[in-house]
């Protein structure tokens, strides 16, 4: 583990937040009003997460004498130990190999691919006037918010941080919120066809095995 402090990068907040928030961007290409209001809170997230990876460590600064206390060995203020997780339970190699900065590639990519699978089925079922239920919308009603869930989760077992770990409950009641108005609005335009999709397809946890009902369009 590198001995030299990495911290005060400011164009590295600024460069990974904004090729984070595109990258994200293309994925989602938000349209409505709550789709920005979810874009948005997700790119707060992601800016808290580089000023803190890049910028200054409040979490280490805040926590630094219960760390130093507990783990002596570990240059709190080096970059590495930004990677807590590795540090704490005593990873001793690179910790950009270690088991949850590798497990955290599984949850971002595994999320950046559910808003990209899901963004094609509902952007063509809204210009068709139907139902979005092929694709990732056969397996659950919320892909794209259970991707944006994912993609934090696996930037918190990468970099946790106070301030991330206090927005993620936040971020995740908010996609609750509007998965909930969304689904309101749904239900009083397509009536029994979305209620008997509501029946085979759970709303954000996928089944062991998809239903074959909610794949077909609901008649």
């Given at each position: 583990m590198s001995d030299t402090p990495a911290y005060g990068l400011w164009s590295l907040v600024i460069l990974n937040s904004a090729l984070f928030?595109?990258?994200?961007?293309?994925?989602?290409?938000?349209?409505?009003?709550r789709d920005w209001r979810s874009f948005g809170a997700f790119s707060a997230f992601l800016v808290a997460l580089f000023t803190e990876m890049y910028g200054f460590p409040l979490t280490i600064y805040l926590l630094s004498g219960w760390l130093q206390s507990r783990f002596p060995s570990v240059n709190w203020w080096s970059h590495d130990a930004g990677h807590l997780l590795e540090m704490m339970f005593g990873w001793k190699a690179n910790p950009h190999f270690g088991p949850f900065h590798l497990l955290s590639f599984a949850f971002i990519g595994g999320g950046f691919w559910a808003i990209s699978a899901a963004w094609p089925v509902l952007y063509r079922a809204q210009r068709e006037g139907t139902l979005a239920t092929t694709g990732p919308y056969s397996r659950v009603r919320h892909p794209q918010?259970?991707?944006?869930?994912?993609?934090?989760?696996?930037?918190?077992?990468?970099?946790?941080?106070?301030?991330?770990?206090?927005?993620?409950?936040?971020l995740v009641f908010m996609y609750w919120r509007l998965a909930v108005s969304e689904e309101r609005e749904t239900a009083a335009r397509f009536g029994e066809a979305y209620a008997a999709y509501k029946r085979t397809t759970p709303a954000f946890i996928p089944r062991l095995r998809p239903s074959q009902n909610a794949k077909r369009s609901p008649a």
């Open positions: 928030i595109f990258f994200a961007f293309t994925f989602f290409k938000p349209k409505t009003k918010y259970v991707g944006f869930v994912l993609v934090m989760f696996g930037f918190l077992l990468q970099w946790p941080t106070l301030l991330t770990l206090a927005l993620f409950p936040v």
